[in-house]
Each structure stands twice: as C-alpha cells, then as structure tokens.
C-alpha cells in the first residue's frame, strides 16, 4: 500500500474512535460497500498502517492509579546496549511506552504501576538490571488532563 486515500483516511478515523465499529456501519459512513471497505481495512493491517485493534482500560479502575514519567540517561550507547534496554524494557509491563529522545536526556519512560512503592519496585529492577545507566529522574503525573490514542489524520495532501 504506497499511499491512504479520503476514503481510507476516514475509515482510520472511525477505528480510532471506536474500533468495535462493524464493518457494515464503517462502510455506510464512509460510501462503500461492505467487501470494498473490509479489503481496505485488510490491505491497512497487511501494510501496517493499522497495528492493532484494542479495548482501552481505565488505569484507574484496574487499581493502576500513577503514572509516572522517567527521564533516563546512559553513559552507553553501543548497539548492544541497545538490544539489551529493548529487551529489559519488552520484560516489564509497567513500562507502557519508551523513546528515545534529543537533548540533554537520552530516553523517556511512560510507567504505570499501582502507587509510589509499585514505581520504586520498577526502579530498583531497572537500574539493577541496566547498571551503565547514569541519571534517573521521575516526573509523577498529578492528573490526567487529556488521554487518547487517536492520532490527528492530516488530510490528503
């Protein structure tokens, strides 16, 4: 798939708002039929435009109540090292998101656990299990002004 048209564009949009949508109401709202629109869907999953189709959770209501975010720095920057903080990162799943990132920090941590003791148990696994780390700091998230997942599709350029 080389590029989205409108119509698939607007498929991305109802997904990303309510993926349990059936495919008969995202064809009706986007002018297709129903096989047209399902084979879009499936070249957008084969082409990894679309990663996943997923529930979202309330961290709150599944006793997740902080959110944390770390800003790590390292004195190694092998690609060996590399490997080795994807792979510690992959084993921890209270590690939602990390990035590498420009400027004086070198990646960015989304952590959700539980409370200040559940932070601490992750941060004693991370520094323990990645010891060339050379800075870690943590911002606690006091509220959750904005969350979502749906990213803002630009329009057909």
Same mark, same amino acid.
């Not at 870690?136 to 057909?156: D, H, N, Q, W």
């Given at each position: 798939?080389?590029?989205?048209?409108?119509?698939?564009?607007?498929?991305?949009?109802?997904?990303? !708002?309510?993926?349990?949508?059936?495919?008969?109401?995202?064809?009706?709202?986007? @002018?297709?039929?129903?096989?047209?629109? %399902?084979?879009?869907?499936?070249?957008?999953?084969?082409?990894?435009?679309?990663?996943?189709?997923?529930?979202?959770?309330?961290?709150?209501?599944? @006793?997740? @109540?902080?959110?944390?975010?770390?800003?790590?720095?390292?004195? !190694?920057?092998?690609?060996? %090292?590399?490997?080795?903080?994807?792979?510690?990162?992959?084993?921890?799943?209270?590690?939602?998101?990390?990035?590498?990132? @420009?400027?004086?920090?070198?990646?960015?941590?989304?952590?959700?656990?539980?409370?200040?003791?559940?932070?601490?148990?992750?941060?004693?696994?991370?520094?323990?299990?990645?010891?060339?780390?050379?800075?870690?700091?943590?911002?606690?998230?006091?509220?959750?002004?904005?969350?979502?997942?749906?990213?803002?599709?630009?329009?057909?350029?």
């Amino acid at each position: 798939m080389d590029t989205i048209d409108k119509i698939d564009r607007q498929i991305l949009a109802l997904m990303q !708002e309510d993926a349990s949508l059936s495919i008969q109401k995202i064809a009706d709202q986007v @002018g297709l039929s129903v096989n047209p629109c %399902w084979r879009r869907i499936r070249q957008m999953e084969a082409a990894g435009v679309i990663l996943g189709r997923v529930a979202l959770v309330d961290p709150q209501k599944v @006793g997740l @109540g902080l959110t944390v975010y770390v800003r790590v720095k390292t004195r !190694e920057h092998s690609a060996a %090292w590399a490997r080795t903080l994807n792979e510690v990162i992959a084993a921890m799943p209270e590690i939602l998101e990390c990035h590498r990132i @420009g400027g004086d920090v070198d990646y960015l941590l989304k952590i959700i656990v539980p409370d200040i003791a559940g932070y601490d148990r992750t941060y004693k696994e991370l520094i323990d299990r990645l010891p060339s780390l050379a800075d870690v700091s943590a911002l606690f998230s006091m509220e959750r002004l904005k969350s979502t997942t749906g990213l803002p599709i630009p329009a057909e350029s």
